[in-house]
């Protein structure tokens, strides 16, 4: 059995997304989420835990990262862990980042004026292969000779 990597959040972006375009036309969205969960402390004082994740983008979704994030904007997204690693004069550095596949757009139009959610899902096709239909058998006739 191979092993689960996926990694569920909502927040919000702390930062517009940061858009690069590889000479292969490749483009990458990265950008902060923040995340916050809330506690009490010994007193009873409700203190603010946030968590920053490091998020990236790819091809598609990339494009649709630059058209409809910015900072503040909270949103669901779906992904999986990735941990890479550099040489910067002789030191090794690591970070993990979240590669993401697909991410909903959960704030409102204009927030503040209570207007309607909106909800505007978007998914990397690449990543996203289109599963078949599903086929539903019948239900069996209901058999009156049962004793229950």
């Known amino acids: 059995m191979s092993g689960v990597n996926k990694v569920i959040l909502i927040g919000r972006l702390g930062k517009d997304p940061d858009i690069r375009t590889f000479e292969n036309g490749v483009k990458k969205a990265s950008f902060t989420l923040a995340t916050s969960e809330y506690r ?3 007193d009873g004082n409700r203190i ?4 920053w994740h490091n998020i990236v983008c790819w091809r598609n979704l990339a494009e649709n990262a630059e058209k409809y994030l910015n900072k503040g904007k909270m949103i669901y997204l779906e992904g999986k862990l990735r941990t890479r690693s550099w ?3 002789g030191v090794k550095h690591y970070i993990t980042e979240i590669e993401t596949n697909t991410f909903t757009i959960l ?3 204009s927030e503040g004026e ?3 959610p909106v909800v505007t899902q978007v998914q990397n096709v690449a990543a996203a292969p289109t599963a078949p ?3 539903y058998a019948p239900l069996p006739e209901a ?3 049962l004793p229950f």
């Open 133 to 135: 239909e599903p086929t």
């Open 48 to 51: 603010e835990l946030t968590e």
């Open 114 to 116: 209570g207007s309607q």
């Open 143 to 145: 058999n009156d000779d």
């Open 87 to 89: 040489d910067d004069n």
């Open 40 to 42: 009490k402390d010994k």
């Open 107 to 109: 704030s409102t139009k």
